[in-house]
């Protein structure tokens, strides 16, 4: 979990090489992000230049998952501060079940921010939302929530392989909320299911 002071600044953090095995039902633990720049009232400050890289991480396998309303903490990798973010970089990481999204940009709660520079590569996201007691809008391999600009992700492979999948796209943006989107680039992901592919939803005027 990383998180800017208050309302300090941070910035120039590299996370890679880590194995992260989360036992989110061992402990009855709700937030369960496996690395996590974290939403907290205590963390208003902006966050800029964070790199996340080769990295693996595990979550236990909930079955049908349990209720509550902790889908913002519970992915695997989430760049969702208070404060927004200005240049990251999450590439070649392995994420297994996941209980809300795989990778989640972003923060619809009210207030000044914005999420910007973003490069989201090659990453092997495999059952995604795996709890089926969160909303239907986390559903998603790669989930952007919020205003954003100059995102790019690409060469991904997304997989659900549940009999139902539960999966609802493999990289969506939240079309709802009236966010706004610009300089968006989504190419040569691929992401299935075990009957065909994972949709997309995009913003109007992404590459």
């Known amino acids: 979990m990383l998180w800017p002071m208050k309302t300090g600044i941070l910035k120039n ?16 633990t709700a937030d369960t992000g496996g690395v996590s720049v974290v939403f ?28 509550g309303d902790f889908y913002y903490n519970s992915g695997g990798i989430l760049l969702h501060n208070l404060g927004g973010l200005t240049g990251a970089v999450i590439e070649r990481n392995t994420i297994e079940r996941s209980p809300s999204a795989g990778i989640l940009i ?15 590569a090659n990453n092997t996201i495999v059952n995604p939302r795996q709890n089926l007691s969160f909303l ?4 998603a ?3 952007v929530n919020s205003s954003a ?21 493999g990289v969506a943006f939240d079309l709802t909320n009236g966010s706004t989107y610009t300089a968006i680039k989504v190419k040569d992901n691929v992401a299935k299911t075990r009957s065909g592919p994972l949709t997309t939803i995009l913003p109007t005027g992404a590459d």
Do not use: W
């Open 13 to 28: 953090v590299t996370v890679t090489n880590n194995t992260v095995e989360v036992a989110q039902l061992k402990h009855g």
């Open 106 to 120: 972003g923060l619809p709660e009210p207030g000044e921010r914005t999420f910007r520079n973003v490069r989201v």
């Open 149 to 169: 600009s100059n995102i790019r992700i690409t060469g991904n492979t997304i997989t659900d392989t549940y009999p139902a999948p539960r999966c609802r796209a």
């Open 141 to 143: 391999g790669v989930l």
């Open 136 to 139: 239907e809008g986390f559903r």
């Open 40 to 67: 907290s009232p205590e963390a208003e400050g902006p966050a800029e230049n964070i790199t996340i890289t080769d990295n693996t991480i595990r979550f236990q396998d909930e079955g049908a998952g349990r209720p």
